[in-house]
């Protein structure tokens, strides 16, 4: 007997779900309970930290700037990664197969994860290259950093994404075991690429270019730029260069400041987002670039895959957790929406008048500079 004709005839011996489980592997993923626990930590925190996030900013005028903007449109994108993603996940790592919801639930899939891909990384560029223009081109903000425009490149940017989404989309679909013996195997169904592997392979090495290494290159150089040019502002500050008298030197120093405490917390944004996004660019690659698979290759696969499942998640979630440790304007502002909603037991009177205080002051640094001193001339920043 044939090698060929032996394993037909073990096949021909095995029920359905045998002969399931040897060509697609344990219906339910071996790691669900703690992958499960995780991802269920991770979705209460994420959530209510983006829709608190979200929260402060359509609620409180003060929150409605540039920068802030960009940050509502990355919890948006977290959200609907939260919401939408993370559920499908689940079911898939509970029921690998059948995928129950048809071809256009695999599209759908497919092209939500590659658009909050590409729209969270090209935020993050936005953001980085508005800051960059902020500190080193002051001059320059009036016409960049405005409402208006943050809006135009918001909207330019998610219709950018979901056009780069489709051609991933487009190689994906719903794929059955072939009939066998007679039988027919439409539990078998699962959500995977059904085209040619050489074209899978060109659009994940072309979009890992481009919406990860070379934007995280860019953003990268954009904050080295800016961490000199802060650099050098404080050191002129130290020795007393260009800071003016009286009320213009103390408005300075607080715009100044303000540069620094929002720079260094887009800062530590970044380089979070790209920790969290590695693992997943590794496990597409990973899928791309190996052809001949080993067991080995497997385990160390599977492993990678569950990692970049988790870091991807936790992405979406650890944004607000930052905004709340190192920008005292959304703390304070988080402190006040959830007191107004009866979540903490802090004096709510108290906090509003803190918020005051700090929307008078930010208003008074504002107002239109003084033509007759010069040094007043630099327009907000809009932080």
């Known amino acids: 007997i044939t090698p060929n004709v032996a ?22 993923s071996p790691v669900f309970l703690p992958v499960c626990i995780t991802f269920l930590i991770i979705f209460a925190v994420g959530v209510l930290g983006n829709v608190l996030t979200c929260a402060v900013i359509v609620r409180y005028k003060v929150m409605r700037t540039p920068t802030n903007y960009y940050l509502f449109s990355l919890a948006v994108s977290d959200l609907l990664v939260l919401v939408l993603g993370m559920p499908l996940e689940l079911y898939e790592m509970w029921s690998n197969y059948p995928f129950l919801f048809g071809a256009g639930g695999c599209y759908f899939k497919t092209f939500l994860f590659e658009t909050v891909c590409f729209a969270s990384i090209l935020n993050v560029t936005a953001l980085s290259v508005e800051r960059y223009i902020a500190v080193l081109h002051p001059l320059k903000v009036k016409h960049v950093a405005t409402h208006a425009h943050a809006k135009r490149v918001i909207l330019m940017l998610w219709v950018m994404s979901m056009v780069c989404a489709m051609p991933n989309t487009s190689l994906h679909g719903l794929a059955v ?112 670039f190996i052809n001949s698979w080993t067991g080995h290759h497997h385990l160390v696969f599977e492993y990678v895959h569950v990692v970049s499942g988790v870091f991807f998640y936790l992405s979406s979630a650890v944004n607000p957790i930052l905004y709340n440790l190192m920008s005292t304007r959304f703390r304070e502002m988080f402190q006040q929406i959830t007191c107004r909603s009866g979540l903490c037991g802090g004096d709510v009177r108290m906090l509003n008048a803190r918020s005051t205080q700090m929307t008078l002051r930010t208003t008074k640094s504002d107002f239109k500079p003084n033509p007759n001193h010069p040094t007043n001339l630099m327009p907000n920043p809009n932080i």
């Open 177 to 288: 075991l072939r009939p066998r013996f007679g039988r027919q195997f439409p539990e078998s169904a699962v959500c995977m690429m059904v085209k040619p592997m050489w074209m899978y392979n060109l659009i994940i090495q072309v979009t890992t270019l481009v919406f990860f290494l070379m934007p995280m290159l860019t953003i990268t150089v954009l904050y080295l730029r800016i961490g000199l040019q802060l650099r050098m502002e404080k050191g002129m500050q130290g020795v007393g260069i260009g800071q003016g008298f009286g009320p213009d030197r103390h408005c300075r120093h607080q715009q100044r400041a303000r540069h620094r405490q929002v720079t260094k917390m887009l800062c530590v944004l970044v380089i979070v987002f790209g920790i969290c996004w590695a693992p997943f660019h590794i496990d597409r690659l990973m899928w791309s």
């Open 7 to 28: 394993d037909d005839m073990e096949d021909m011996c095995l029920n359905r779900s045998q002969y399931l489980e040897k060509f697609l592997g344990f219906q339910r």
